[in-house]
């Protein structure tokens, strides 16, 4: 995969970041829990999504915001494009099969919103938002006709409709972050706390380290160490307790929209 990444630009590689999911199972973020919430980590364990953060960070003002803005409009014209393109092979069995992963996109979406945060730009994530709200509004009626019809795909197809509640949750706090308010980010936490949210670490190291974070993980039987060498960014996220995870969808969805308000509403 480095070898790869090397002879890739920036082009390139964000092209296959929506095209190609098996980067996200090796080294991977496995879990045996259906429709769990871990897109951060989904996302993070790929090393081409690592070079993108890394990489579009590492360019002047306006060509971050350009990068950032084309990766986000072409992930989530792929996801739209594969959603719709589901929902007509639905009612109509004869029109073309799907062949673009769901979870690729949300991936691709969700690496564009994370770097976004990342170099604390509210008014692009803002925008960001909003282009996933509208996107969501024009698909919603039209899986609400197929749940009618009792289709077998839908209950995965809402699961994949935007990138899950927790890693918005977790965008948005790092955005918080950035934004060097400790007023706002404590508002944010508290927040959080109200709704038993806990806190767990995560080192990300260079996009071409000999070993990452994920790696140890998979292996850890014989990997305990990552490859620390070339720099290591610690990043601190929320996760559900246990007995929230599924259960609340309607208290998770609330706290998102609570912190959009306080965070991206200032603008």
């Known amino acids: 995969m480095i070898k790869a990444l090397k002879k890739e630009n920036l082009e390139e590689s964000m092209d296959m ?63 739209s494009n594969a959603f719709l393109t589901i929902l007509r092979h639905e009612t109509d069995p004869s029109s073309p099969i799907n062949r673009q992963s769901l979870g690729a996109t949300t991936a691709a979406m969700c690496a564009a919103m994370f770097i976004t945060a990342d170099m604390g730009r509210l008014d692009l994530l803002s925008r960001q938002f909003v282009r996933l709200d509208e996107s969501r509004s024009a698909w919603e009626p039209r899986l609400l006709a197929h749940e009618s019809a009792k289709l077998g795909s839908m209950a995965e197809l809402e699961y994949r409709m935007a990138p899950d509640n927790r890693f918005q949750v977790n965008v948005l706090r790092l955005a918080a972050v950035r934004a060097d308010n400790g007023a706002l980010l404590k508002q944010v936490d508290a927040e959080c706390a109200l709704t038993n949210m806990k806190t767990s670490e995560i080192p990300i190291v260079a996009w071409d380290a000999r070993t990452t974070w994920f790696d140890a993980r998979r292996h850890h039987a014989g990997i305990s160490i990552i490859d620390r060498i070339k720099g290591v960014s610690n990043y601190t996220f929320y996760d559900w307790d246990s007995g929230d995870l599924f259960s609340h969808k309607d208290k998770q969805e609330r706290l998102v929209r609570k912190l959009r308000s306080i965070i991206l509403n200032r603008l």
């Not at 971050?64 to 989530?76: G, M, P, V, W």
Request: aromatic share 8%.
């Open 17 to 79: 970041l929506i095209k190609d999911d098996q980067q996200y199972f090796d080294p991977g973020f496995i879990t045996d829990i259906k429709n769990a919430q871990n897109d951060t980590e989904w996302m993070l364990s790929a090393r081409r999504s690592i070079k993108l953060l890394q990489s579009i960070k590492a360019l002047s003002g306006t060509e971050r915001e350009t990068k950032c803005d084309q990766l986000f409009s072409k992930a989530l014209q792929a996801h």
